[in-house]
């Protein structure tokens, strides 16, 4: 894969990494290592491409547990999305990045009740509830507020879909309530008179592959639909979960999206309800807008050769960007300080753990000459980097975040001094 692969606004200017015309060596240099540094023209593209492609009657609402930075998440709402929020500080990050609540949905396994209770306050368009005992909740906490709160439920289908990466639907599952048993809850929770039951919410997995996947995704949630549609209440929405896949190597392949629309809207031409009713179709993907907009940066600390393995050790690795060492396989790596180099060997490139699964990727084909202090880059990292990272192991300093932006480039997040965490820990006094 190619630099010019990922995005159109990656250039290579006399041996230099540019994000829309702006040089990453200029800004590294700045902020140091290890950062990320996101690319706002390349979000843009990525959400006008899928908004492009899709039918007027599905929003689109960004999975900020992708990349929850609230200048990523004020950038994609202002371009016209709304948010899909897991937790109450996804919530008071919307806030602080002036979403409107009623774009946005609020899922994910154990809310609590100040969860709730924020939820509700804030009125948002939907909670999506994981289990009857949670839509007890809601009402309880509603009911205190003395309103009513509007209600999808998380439905656990029986179908998975063909070629995700991880498939969160069908089996048993922590997630949603199984669709075998959901006439009956519908039945109890029509009895609760805090909350509305007003749609459904389906998450059958990550890292669809294919258009195939989309459709029949779409297509079993439809049938879900209709069904409660007609034996329980107007089904007013329809969120259909997350989950479009990206390449991550030239063997994965691109989720084709061109033509998606025609047979999307040929899809609702079989489901007269969701025009009747005005249902509103929410998707909600995360990694497919933002993962491809940043890349991870970390500086060779060491070059090392250990019984035929050649290595570069970096001062970031696992604790930042978690991915490669989670699931064995790379993501597009460059040294960016050897861009016009024509030799390559293979270098593990390890990070800065104590630990032996810490690597941003083995057998990377980097320049022969990669050395001390060369930048490394690993593409692909605008989503699931930051947000995965497990900052404290081994009390590094935490990665900065920077946005480029209209020809600038914004520190988003500084880089957060592992001394502030020490600085808060206490020691009893008779210790
Ligand atoms: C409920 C829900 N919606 C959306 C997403 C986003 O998925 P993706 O980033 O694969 O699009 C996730 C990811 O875990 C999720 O749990």
Same mark, same amino acid.
């Given at each position: 894969?190619?630099?010019?692969?990922?995005?159109?606004?990656?250039?290579?200017?006399?041996?230099? !990494?540019?994000?829309?015309?702006?040089?990453?060596?200029?800004?590294?240099?700045?902020?140091?290592?290890?950062?990320?540094?996101?690319?706002?023209?390349?979000? /843009?593209?990525?959400?006008?491409?899928?908004?492009?492609? !899709?039918? *007027?009657?599905?929003?689109?609402?960004?999975?900020?547990?992708?990349?929850?930075?609230?200048?990523?998440?004020?950038?994609?709402?202002?371009?016209?999305?709304?948010?899909?929020?897991?937790?109450?500080?996804?919530?008071?990050?919307?806030?602080?990045?002036?979403?409107?609540? *009623?774009?946005?949905?609020?899922?994910?396994?154990?809310?609590?009740?100040?969860?709730?209770?924020?939820?509700?306050?804030? #009125?948002?368009?939907?909670?999506?509830?994981?289990?009857?005992?949670?839509?007890?909740?809601?009402?309880?906490?509603?009911?205190?507020?003395?309103?009513?709160?509007?209600?999808?439920?998380?439905?656990?289908?029986?179908?998975?879909?063909?070629? @995700?990466?991880?498939? !969160?639907? #069908? +089996?048993?599952? /922590?997630?949603?309530?199984?669709?075998?048993? =959901?006439?009956?809850?519908?039945?109890?929770?029509?009895? !609760?008179?805090?909350?509305?039951?007003?749609?459904?919410? &389906?998450?059958?997995?990550?890292?669809?592959?294919?258009?195939? +996947?989309?459709?029949?995704?779409?297509?079993?949630?439809?049938?879900?639909? *209709?069904?409660?549609?007609? /034996?329980?209440?107007?089904?007013?929405?329809?969120?259909? +979960?997350? #989950?479009?896949? =990206?390449?991550?190597?030239?063997?994965?392949?691109?989720?084709?999206?061109?033509?998606?629309?025609?047979?999307?809207?040929?899809?609702?031409? /079989?489901?007269?309800? @969701?025009?009747?009713?005005?249902?509103?179709?929410?998707?909600?993907?995360?990694?497919?807008?933002?993962?491809?907009?940043?890349?991870?940066?970390?500086?060779? &600390?060491?070059?090392?050769?250990?019984?035929?393995?050649?290595?570069?050790?970096?001062?970031?690795?696992?604790?930042?960007?978690?991915?490669?060492?989670?699931?064995?396989?790379?993501?597009?790596?460059?040294?960016?300080?050897?861009?016009?180099?024509?030799?390559?060997?293979?270098?593990?490139?390890?990070?800065?753990?104590?630990?032996?699964?810490?690597?941003? +990727?083995?057998?990377?084909?980097?320049?022969?000459?990669?050395?001390?202090?060369?930048?490394?880059?690993?593409?692909?990292?605008?989503?699931?980097?930051?947000?995965?990272?497990?900052?404290?192991?081994?009390?590094?300093?935490?990665?900065?975040?920077?946005?480029?932006?209209?020809? *600038?480039?914004?520190?988003?997040?500084?880089?957060?001094?592992?001394?502030?965490?020490?600085?808060?820990?206490?020691?009893?006094?008779?210790?």
């Amino acid at each position: 894969m190619k630099i010019s692969d990922i995005s159109n606004n990656f250039t290579i200017e006399n041996g230099k !990494l540019h994000f829309s015309g702006v040089e990453i060596d200029n800004i590294v240099q700045k902020v140091g290592t290890p950062t990320f540094i996101y690319d706002a023209e390349t979000i /843009k593209d990525r959400y006008r491409y899928l908004r492009d492609n !899709l039918p *007027k009657e599905i929003d689109i609402f960004f999975a900020m547990k992708a990349n929850p930075n609230i200048a990523i998440v004020k950038q994609l709402t202002s371009l016209g999305t709304g948010v899909e929020v897991a937790s109450e500080g996804e919530l008071y990050a919307c806030q602080k990045a002036g979403v409107n609540p *009623k774009n946005i949905v609020f899922g994910g396994p154990a809310k609590t009740d100040s969860d709730i209770s924020k939820a509700i306050d804030m #009125g948002i368009y939907a909670i999506n509830a994981e289990s009857f005992g949670e839509i007890k909740r809601i009402d309880r906490v509603a009911k205190s507020k003395n309103v009513i709160m509007d209600v999808e439920l998380r439905i656990n289908p029986e179908f998975e879909i063909d070629g @995700v990466a991880v498939s !969160l639907g #069908g +089996g048993s599952k /922590k997630f949603g309530m199984d669709s075998e048993t =959901i006439d009956g809850i519908i039945v109890e929770a029509k009895k !609760l008179k805090n909350i509305k039951l007003q749609g459904i919410h &389906v998450f059958a997995g990550t890292g669809i592959q294919n258009n195939i +996947g989309f459709l029949s995704n779409l297509e079993n949630c439809l049938k879900l639909a *209709k069904d409660i549609n007609d /034996k329980h209440f107007k089904v007013e929405s329809i969120d259909i +979960g997350g #989950g479009i896949g =990206i390449p991550y190597g030239d063997d994965e392949p691109e989720f084709v999206i061109e033509g998606l629309k025609e047979k999307i809207e040929a899809l609702f031409k /079989k489901y007269p309800f @969701v025009k009747e009713n005005k249902t509103r179709i929410i998707a909600e993907p995360g990694r497919y807008l933002v993962a491809q907009c940043g890349v991870y940066i970390t500086q060779v &600390v060491d070059k090392k050769h250990s019984r035929g393995r050649d290595y570069l050790i970096v001062d970031g690795g696992a604790q930042h960007l978690l991915r490669p060492a989670l699931i064995g396989t790379s993501q597009p790596t460059f040294n960016l300080s050897k861009l016009n180099s024509t030799t390559n060997k293979k270098f593990d490139v390890g990070g800065s753990l104590c630990t032996s699964i810490d690597f941003l +990727g083995k057998d990377l084909p980097l320049p022969t000459d990669s050395e001390q202090d060369d930048y490394i880059g690993v593409f692909c990292a605008g989503a699931y980097g930051y947000a995965e990272s497990m900052p404290f192991f081994l009390s590094h300093d935490i990665a900065s975040e920077v946005l480029v932006y209209s020809g *600038k480039h914004h520190i988003i997040r500084p880089m957060i001094k592992i001394k502030q965490m020490v600085d808060i820990q206490s020691i009893p006094e008779d210790l």
